[in-house]
């Protein structure tokens, strides 16, 4: 009768329980890699501008460098308004011929078409890949979130500068605003839709 | 041996020395054997349930048009199906071989850490009753995919905190039972038993316990996440609050690529004890195969974006992910060619563990053939979520990993019961799955190839023949199932008494125990030579 098995004997129980602790240890880490996987894309994304974040400067700032009137970029302005959010938004419909380092303001207009106040945020993007890191923004409605009572409309101005160092390949660029609904509640947002559709939602 | 033979005579003697009478023996158990055989029934009990969900899903693809299900119900089933199959089916079932084998081939007594072995195996019963429960909640079970992306998965209706709390019960089980299998192989071999000698289904199961713990808390991480972003006000994945949801799948992808390993590595070394013992030859090369799979491993960790191929990469971000997809065919290839120089020149005979390890090979090359065009960027552009992309993974998983768990029970069935199964019922199991899963699933890479997405419940009428086509292998196949559950039934209750070695050709540890294999094992350490 051979009832002692060698994992009962006391140092192999614990070396077992050594072994096991420290793979344990592995799998917080893992765990704890998964988040730090969110500033590390931020980064990223960052440098190599592929989310199109676009920067922010001061006034003052962003009229230090020279202007250089010999260079003339083309932005185009695209507006687009997330699913489930019941917002008409227009940019600019003709492309602005702009010179590095001057202040431009664009002017971007936003009705809530709904029967509710909604509060939305807009999510700047510039494109191409090595345009964004030279795009950056002096105001824009895109910094804080917008409230739009019911029918309402607001003209949202931005004001932006490319800085002179846009590599010269970049003729054209593409400044594009998504909005989406700030504190999207499912439930009032189906109800809305059901009352202006005349519908009938499961919401 | 003695205390082994003679087990019986003493029953009552110590709680130790056989199971416990009555169904609280499966309650309590720690015993590795119990424990892998609870695991490998559950595994073919969700098998059988994800099979329903995807009969389901080919009898609305039978013909084009809705029939049987309204479309958010399809995306229910085709969710729920993977999920199932991925988390219930595949992974319990090669953990139950793991269990069941391990210390069998090393010559240890048991696992290394019983109590939490029990505790491993009996969370799975209650994260699948909860995400089984979803189906009956307001708005039904997850529908977005098993990929669970935002913003889709955050839109549904109530599942989403059940399915989420299934998934880090799973996966905290999968954790644990890995955590388990490294420390019994790397602290409970016989003496004798080097790294180098250990048998390659031990060395597959090594680095699946490794990728597991690396890979399974980044998922539950990203879960975690999707949850805060849900209802706790996070904005990990939501534009508006400054999050994106391009970074949900870049952290899915970083688990879900190692994932697909995870279900594949044991079943290679499964194939890799199959195949040796039917050509009566040492597997050729070795230790190339333990290097194979070790690189398999590294690569996977690093290949996880050509999922993602079409979400808008730099140029140098899409060549470096297919360049490293692509350098994984070399390890791949390194295991084929070994298998197929393991069978050359050996004495062959083709009982149905080694048709399985045969169609195996042919089959899971196949998948990975499909795979390498898919890890081409430019053709990916095409083929992605389509129903090409369909087609590849299920040559890699069906034919693959469950062709490979198939290949295992034949094999160790006569170790684990003592009785020979039926050698022609087990024919007719291998022929008509092979068949049945070819016209299953070849046809859907013609399907893809023309450009019918997945995860639609009705198509263009141009899909409508190959769509019939696959439906009828899928029945086929779905149906001889059955069959297998009744020879494994058959053998568990009688059949020829199979000797110690079972094979002609049998080589390893577990062959030097009487069949079936005694409740307790290798209390004192077997001499390794
Ligand atoms: C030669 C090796 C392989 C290569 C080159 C490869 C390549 C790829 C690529 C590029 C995709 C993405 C296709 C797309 O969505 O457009 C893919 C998808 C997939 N592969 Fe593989 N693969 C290989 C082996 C495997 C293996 C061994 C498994 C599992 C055992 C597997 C399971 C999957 C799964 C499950 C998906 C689809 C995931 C989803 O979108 O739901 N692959 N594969
Ligand atoms: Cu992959």
Same mark, same amino acid.
């Given at each position: 009768m051979v009832s002692t098995a060698r994992s009962a004997a006391p140092s192999a129980a614990r070396a077992n329980r050594r072994l096991a602790f420290r793979l344990l240890v592995v799998t917080a880490a893992m765990f704890g890699f998964g988040y730090a996987l969110v500033p590390l894309y931020e980064i990223v994304c960052d440098i190599t501008g592929i989310g199109g974040r676009t920067g922010v400067v001061s006034e003052a700032a962003a009229t230090t460098g020279g202007v250089d009137s010999t260079r003339v970029v083309k932005v185009q302005f695209v507006a687009t308004v997330n699913s489930g959010l019941r917002w008409a938004f227009e940019g600019p419909q003709e492309p602005l011929e702009i010179h590095p380092g001057k202040v431009y303001e664009a002017n971007f207009s936003a009705s809530n078409l709904s029967r509710r106040p909604v509060v939305a945020q807009a999510v700047p993007s510039v494109t191409p890949v090595g345009a964004a890191a030279h795009f950056n923004k002096i105001e824009c409605f895109c910094f804080t979130r917008q409230r739009l009572e019911p029918g309402e409309t607001r003209i949202m101005p931005v004001r932006f500068v490319v800085n002179e160092e846009i590599p010269r390949r970049i003729g054209t660029l593409t400044l594009a605003y998504t909005f989406f609904e700030a504190e999207p509640d499912a439930r009032s947002a189906a109800r809305d839709d059901a009352a202006s559709h005349g519908t009938r939602t499961n919401g | 041996m003695s205390a082994a033979t003679t087990h019986d005579a003493h029953h009552d003697d110590h709680h130790h020395h056989g199971p416990d009478p009555g169904v609280l023996r499966w309650v309590f158990t720690t015993n590795h054997k119990d424990i892998g055989t609870l695991y490998l029934v559950f595994s073919f009990l969700m098998l059988l349930l994800g099979g329903v969900l995807a009969l389901g899903i080919r009898a609305e693809l039978w +013909?084009? #048009? =809705?029939?049987?299900?309204?479309p958010d119900f399809f995306n229910q089933l085709t969710t729920m199906h993977a999920l199932i199959m991925v988390f219930g089916a595949i992974m319990p079932a090669t953990v139950g071989f793991a269990n069941w084998m391990i210390p069998m081939m090393i010559g @240890?007594?048991?696992? @290394? =850490?019983p109590r939490m072995n029990n505790w491993s195996f009996w969370l799975l019963p209650f994260a699948f009753a909860l995400l089984l429960a979803t189906f009956f909640m307001e708005g039904g079970a997850p529908a977005a995919g098993w990929t669970l992306y935002p913003p889709l998965v955050l839109q549904g209706g109530a599942n989403l905190p059940f399915a989420i709390f299934a998934i880090h019960l799973m996966g905290i089980s999968s954790v644990m039972g890995s955590i388990n299998i490294i420390v019994t192989i790397l602290n409970m071999r016989a003496p004798g038993m080097t790294l180098l000698k250990m048998p390659l289904f031990v060395w597959t199961w090594l680095i699946t316990a490794f990728l597991l713990v690396a890979a399974m808390p980044v998922f539950a991480g990203a879960v975690t996440m999707l949850l805060t972003d849900k209802f /706790? #006000?996070? +904005?990990? /994945? +939501?534009a508006a609050g400054g999050g994106d949801p391009v970074l949900f799948q870049h952290i899915f992808w970083f688990f879900g690529h190692p994932e697909v390993y995870i279900m594949i590595l044991p079943s290679f070394g499964i194939v890799s004890q199959v195949l040796p013992t039917f050509s009566r030859k040492p597997l050729f090369g070795y230790e190339s195969m333990v290097y194979a799979t070790a690189s398999i491993a590294f690569l996977s960790f690093i290949v996880w974006a050509h999922h993602m191929f079409t979400v808008g990469m730099p140029l140098a971000g899409e060549l470096f992910f297919m360049y490293t997809t692509m350098l994984i065919a070399v390890p791949t290839g390194v295991k084929v060619f070994n298998w197929a120089a393991t069978m050359w020149r050996g004495s062959l005979t083709f009982e149905t563990p080694m048709l399985y390890a045969i169609a195996f090979v042919i089959l899971f090359t196949i998948g990975g053939f499909s795979g390498l065009m898919l890890a081409i960027v430019p053709s990916d552009f095409q083929y992605h979520d389509t129903y090409f992309v369909v087609a590849h993974f299920h040559y890699v998983l069906v034919t693959g990993a469950l062709f490979g768990i198939f290949a295992g029970v034949f094999y160790w069935l006569p170790k684990w019961t003592g009785n020979m199964y039926d050698e022609r019922l087990g024919k007719w199991h291998f022929w008509l799955s092979t068949i049945f899963v070819n016209i299953l699933f070849f046809p859907q890479h013609f399907l893809g190839l023309a450009g019918m997405p997945r995860r639609i419940p009705d198509y263009a009428v141009q899909f409508a023949d190959w769509n019939m086509v696959s439906s009828i292998g899928g029945f086929g196949f779905g149906l001889t199932q059955l069959l297998f559950a009744w020879i494994v039934l058959k053998c568990c209750r009688g059949g020829k008494q199979a000797t110690s070695e079972v094979w002609d050709g049998s080589d390893g540890l577990e062959w030097t125990l009487p069949s079936p294999a005694p409740y307790h094992t290798f209390e004192t350490p077997p001499a390794v030579r």
């Open positions: - | +013909s084009p #048009g =809705l029939q049987f299900v309204d @240890a007594p048991d696992m @290394a =850490l /706790f #006000g996070t +904005s990990f /994945f +939501s």
